[in-house]
């Protein structure tokens, strides 16, 4: 199966930060910078759920209208207007998603998609999903009021890539790593300096 586009998320408050998350800079980069780069090694058709960022050129998709915002009401946004079925989705402070474990996911998707258990955790990021199935079931789950990720793996019940075979794509988890704090870009940035 191939990968026919990727959506970005990007569309948080970044409260934790106290500024957007996108546009901070890790090395010569912004955290979105670092997300569209990867997403275009993998895709033609890389879509950016949230605010256009001066500077930053890219499809920015805007939230459907009539709910709160949620990465839920992000990802639906982009799949109603994303191009072919099979769609990665990673987040905008995902610096270091590894193509050897996007790769794991696409050999190992369902019908659902998949994600790969890291930690004794099931990883909602990054994502493949089937937009046929996924795009229904996000507007259900937001016309429910549930705006969670998890909510959606429940309904499609992706495959879940073991950690054991996580390690052989990516053996330290890098490709989990969000940037969520400063305490995080202090280590994001000390992962980028050792490589």
């Known amino acids: ?7 970005i998320l990007a569309g948080g ?11 901070m800079m890790l090395g010569e980069k912004t955290l979105l910078q670092w997300a569209l780069d990867f997403a275009d090694s ?3 058709n890389v879509l950016v759920a949230g605010p256009e960022r001066r500077g930053m050129e890219a499809c920015y998709i805007d939230d459907l ?3 709160p915002p949620s990465s839920l009401l992000g990802l639906a ?5 994303a191009q072919g079925e099979w769609q990665l989705v990673i987040g905008c402070d995902m ?35 089937p937009r046929s199935r996924a795009l229904p079931a996000a507007l259900e789950l937001l016309a429910d009021n549930r705006f969670h990720l ?3 793996l429940d309904r499609l019940d992706p495959a879940v890539v073991p950690a054991q075979q996580v390690a052989l794509a990516d053996s330290e ?23």
């Not at 199966?1 to 959506?7: A, K, Y």
């Not at 946004?77 to 207007?81: F, G, P, T, V």
């Not at 610096?95 to 258990?117: E, Q, W, Y």
């Open 1 to 7: 199966m191939n990968i026919e586009g990727v959506i």
């Open 13 to 23: 408050k970044s409260r934790r930060m106290g500024r957007d998350k996108a546009t």
């Open 42 to 44: 993998e895709s033609d």
């Open 65 to 67: 209208p009539g709910y």
């Open 77 to 81: 946004s982009a799949l109603d207007k």
């Open 95 to 129: 610096p270091f998603v590894r193509p050897t474990l996007v790769d794991l996911l696409r050999k190992s998707a369902n019908d659902g998609g998949a994600v790969a258990c890291w930690h004794n955790r099931v990883q909602p990021l990054p994502l493949l999903l």
């Open 150 to 152: 998890a909510a959606l």
């Open 173 to 195: 988890g890098h490709s989990f790593f969000n940037i969520n704090s400063r305490e995080d870009m202090d280590r994001a940035r000390d992962m980028l300096d050792k490589g």
